[in-house]
């Protein structure tokens, strides 16, 4: 399954409240303008570990909504907030099949291992309708491993292309940019890709 799986729920749950303080007020404006270019209105979304809820609030205010997460406190952070549509899963343990106009993933895959990570572009993939938008980041490098007490897979815009295969999406745009919290120096890629419409045979 997800190597780390335990490692970074445990580190979220304990770090929970300054998780939620030091991402809540992040400002997520260029993201959101790159994603919603692609969305038509009330589009149909899945916030893939959504965390802090942040962005689950700012979508909800002109789309449909949905999230997943495995952490119990972002879970309740999430409805006490009174977003709805809210379930405590896993991507790898997703079934949704052609639910969604688009998927937000937003520094949540990098948690998966290597070798589950084509397996959760699949996931998500099922979960879109045909022509569907997804959005994706990752710290950008090479890296794989433990990192301050949670698991992670560093990308680049090539390496990326190795994960999709059999997945019938492609890579519409992406974007580097540097980390938008105060204090930090990493850099992030940011991919737009799109579900491929299937063709009848």
């Not at 979508?59 to 449909?64: E, G, I, K």
């Not at 999430?78 to 688009?102: G, Q, R, W």
């Amino acid at each position: 399954m997800i190597v780390g799986y335990n490692m970074n729920k445990e580190y979220y749950t304990k770090h929970l409240d300054d998780f939620i303080n030091d991402t809540t007020t992040t400002d997520m404006s260029t993201i959101y303008k790159l994603f919603e270019k692609y969305l038509t209105k009330q589009a149909k979304i899945l916030d893939i570990g959504f965390g802090s809820a942040r962005d689950m609030l700012y979508f909800n205010q002109n789309y449909d909504v949905y999230g997943i997460d495995i952490v119990d406190g972002f879970i309740e952070n999430a409805k006490s907030k009174n977003l709805k549509n809210i379930t405590k899963l896993s991507v790898l343990d997703m079934n949704y099949y052609k639910e969604f106009n688009a998927i937000w993933a937003c520094a949540s895959l990098l948690h998966i291992n290597e070798k589950d990570l084509n397996e959760a572009f699949k996931k998500c993939s099922n979960a879109l309708l045909p022509n569907g938008i997804m959005y994706c980041s990752f710290k950008y490098g090479n890296f794989q491993g433990e990192r301050n007490g949670r698991y992670y897979i560093d990308l680049t815009e090539e390496s990326i292309k190795n994960y999709l295969s059999d997945t019938n999406m492609k890579i519409l745009e992406y974007m580097i940019t540097s980390d938008a919290r105060p204090n930090r120096s990493d850099k992030w890629l940011n991919v737009i890709l799109k579900k491929i419409e299937e063709k009848n045979n």
